[in-house]
Nanobody
Framework: QSQLVESGGGLVQPGGSLTLSCTAP????????LGWFRQTPGREREGVSC?????????YYLESVKGRFTISRDSGKNTVYLQMNNLTPEDTAIYYC???????????????WGQGTQVTVSS
């Protein structure tokens, strides 16, 4: 059973915004980086963004999300957020969060995944 709990997905119109949340057990984020990935049918899971275990480093792996997505962390709530603005239909996917020792855009570096949350961008 996954340790991570995701929420915040849904249906939004193009140009709209959503904030995804990923909550981990207490203290987990002190030792692990947390990454967001997304997956569409028939495709590999692709890295979107990651925040380091210190919270000091953030990474955005897709050119298409730079400037639109922001990853952040609330250590007190053991939660990492992915703020997504100006959404397009190409952002439609199931979004997953995962834990890794260091940030990476390679899904097999992650040892634990949430259950996924569906994001659909459509008019």
């Amino acid at each position: 059973q996954s340790q991570l709990v995701e929420s915040g997905g849904g249906l939004v119109q193009p140009g709209g915004s959503l904030t995804l949340s990923c909550t981990a057990p207490p203290f987990t984020l002190d030792y692990y980086a947390l990454g967001w990935f997304r997956q569409t049918p028939g495709r590999e899971r692709e890295g979107v963004s990651c925040i380091s275990s210190t919270g000091e480093s953030t990474y955005y792996y897709l050119e298409s999300v730079k400037g639109r997505f922001t990853i952040s962390r609330d250590s007190g709530k053991n939660t990492v957020y992915l703020q997504m603005n100006n959404l397009t239909p190409e952002d439609t996917a199931i979004y997953y969060c995962g834990l890794s020792r260091v940030c990476s855009d390679y899904q097999h570096d992650y040892s634990d995944w949430g259950q996924g949350t569906q994001v659909t961008v459509s008019s």
